[in-house]
């Protein structure tokens, strides 16, 4: 039996893994710029479990929407959508600006 949960819970769950996701990203940036590729990389690895979870928790929700379950979404889920995007954009760039770093140290 599925547990069903209320757009609240599912908001914070959304909240929950993005801001996991992006804080793992900024670690890994950190790590880059100290050298510490291979360290940054798992960090990345981490995001994207991360997201993958957030993602999943919102595709829930899409279904349920799309079989006519869905609710008026609230000011919490758009804040949770945003968390999320943001995550996202955050990881995507600290992939690009790792490589640019692991460039950078093989070049010295």
Do not use: C, W, Y
Not at 28 to 48: C, V
Not at 64 to 83: K, T, Y
């Amino acid at each position: 039996m599925k547990e069903t949960k209320n757009l609240q819970q599912i908001s914070f769950e959304i909240i929950l893994h993005a801001g996991n996701a992006r804080s793992s990203a900024m670690e890994a940036l950190a790590m880059a710029r100290k050298g510490q590729i291979e360290e940054a990389r798992e960090k990345i690895k981490e995001a994207d479990r991360e997201l993958n979870q957030a993602h999943h928790v919102q595709t829930d929700l899409l279904q349920q929407e799309a079989s006519g379950e869905g609710e008026i979404p609230s000011i919490l889920l758009i804040h949770a959508q945003d968390h999320l995007m943001n995550a996202m954009t955050v990881k995507e760039l600290g992939t690009e600006i790792l490589e640019l770093h692991q460039k950078q140290k093989g070049e010295k």
